[in-house]
């Protein structure tokens, strides 16, 4: 029987627990330090045991994953340095940044066991158990940050185990996945924490801005909902990568202050074509850091009772609508209704669905 414990069964150790257990041969141990969610854990049955002892958790475990916040990862691995652990256990976490826990574990003597940085590359704005989902990782990127003392072996077996939540694994050195992630995750999710702000200060005097909000606003600022400890702690943690980021953004803001102060337009529209161009060039990849819904418009005549029709037979077909919006519509010209899924499998099963009576395109 292979046992994995799992400290801080939230979203992330919560997911990855419920990838596992349906993995045969395999215990999955959840630890809390608080009694009320080791009963949580095994109410909802994302776990087969729930313990609030460290040293039951970790002991004989072949895989321990530290899933906390990442101010909790160094003191985690310091109290897992003290035990005797399985020899060849391997230990791992999904900290959002891997310079420091990777650094510190490189310090630490873990007796026999090997540790190897992990960072499920796929989430969401809610967090808890609550919010864990068996394919969360699904096609999503899952870096591990082995070191060169890693053994090939040990690094093999982690692979293997995370082949259970067919997420693409791929290895990046520690300080280089802080500055990319910082870029591509860290900076947007400040972006959007500082719009919603500046909106809502102007709301408190105007509250005609959140009723005018609601679409394109809401969509674009979704990660500014995310936990604000799981966040402050990522941010404090890479905070040399985050204040060189914020200088760079500073001068893409002042450089369009400038394109504004001097009415520069084919500035203005030199920056939209480039960034157009670039982010053509993305890969088109389903899952990204920054999830997006799985998109598909469909014409629909302007007539009463269009919509219903349409979230009935998705309905009835248990197909799960995440958002729905009328992109355009008059009386002269058909209008376009645009359907968010979550899940692409959902979105696959409407689009052969609606593809009998209507013109939809992705
Ligand atoms: N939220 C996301 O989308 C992603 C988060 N991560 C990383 O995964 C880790 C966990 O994040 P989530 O699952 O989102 O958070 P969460 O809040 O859903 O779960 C955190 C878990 O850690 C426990 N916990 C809270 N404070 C603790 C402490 N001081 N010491 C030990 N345990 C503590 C909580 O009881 C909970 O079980 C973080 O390190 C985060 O950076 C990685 C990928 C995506
Ligand atoms: O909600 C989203 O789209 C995210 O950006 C989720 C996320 C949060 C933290 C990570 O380290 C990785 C992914």
Not at 40 to 61: N, P, Q
Not at 132 to 140: D, G
Not at 333 to 359: C, N, Q, T, W
């Amino acid at each position: 029987m292979t046992k994995i414990a799992i400290f801080g069964v939230g979203l992330i150790g919560g997911s990855l627990a419920l990838s596992f257990k349906s993995k045969p041969g395999v215990t999955v141990i959840g630890h809390s330090n608080n009694p009320a969610s080791v009963e949580k854990y095994m109410k909802r049955e994302v776990v087969d045991y729930a313990t609030t002892s460290f040293d039951e958790a970790a002991e004989g475990a072949d895989f321990i994953f530290l899933c906390g916040p990442v101010s909790s990862l160094e003191p985690y691995l310091e109290k897992l340095s003290k035990l005797t652990l399985k020899p060849g256990c391997i230990v791992t976490d999904v900290g959002s940044t891997k310079a420091s826990v990777s650094a510190c574990a490189e310090r630490l003597n873990l007796g026999g066991a090997v540790f190897i940085g992990g960072h499920p590359m796929a989430g969401k704005e809610k967090s808890g158990v609550e919010a864990a989902t068996s394919h969360l990782f699904e096609n999503a990127f899952y870096v591990l940050t082995p070191s060169e003392g890693t053994p090939q072996e040990a690094y093999d077996r982690l692979a293997e185990l995370l082949e259970w939540t067919r997420a693409h694994l791929i290895k990046v050195e520690p300080k280089h996945h802080d500055e990319i992630v910082g870029a591509i995750s860290h900076l947007p999710h400040i972006i959007a924490v500082a719009l919603v702000n500046q909106v809502a200060k102007y709301n408190e005097a105007d509250e005609l801005y959140s009723d005018l909000a609601a679409g394109g606003f809401r969509d674009i600022t979704r990660i500014a909902s995310s936990d604000p400890i799981i966040w402050r702690d990522i941010l404090i943690n890479n905070k040399e990568v985050m204040l060189r980021l914020l200088q760079d953004w500073n001068r893409e803001v002042a450089s369009f202050v400038r394109l504004l102060e001097t009415g520069d337009a084919e500035g203005i529209e030199r920056e939209f074509a480039s960034a157009n161009r670039f982010r053509g060039s993305l890969p088109e990849r389903r899952k990204g850091v920054i999830h997006s819904f799985y998109d598909i418009y469909v014409d629909v005549p302007d007539h009463p009772g269009i919509i219903g029709q349409i979230t009935t037979l998705l309905g009835n077909h248990r197909v799960n609508l995440s958002n729905i919006q009328i992109i355009e519509s008059r009386e002269d010209i058909p209008g376009v209704l645009r359907l968010s899924f979550k899940e692409e499998h959902h979105m696959d099963k409407a689009l052969e669905l609606l593809k009998k009576d209507y013109a939809v395109h992705v």
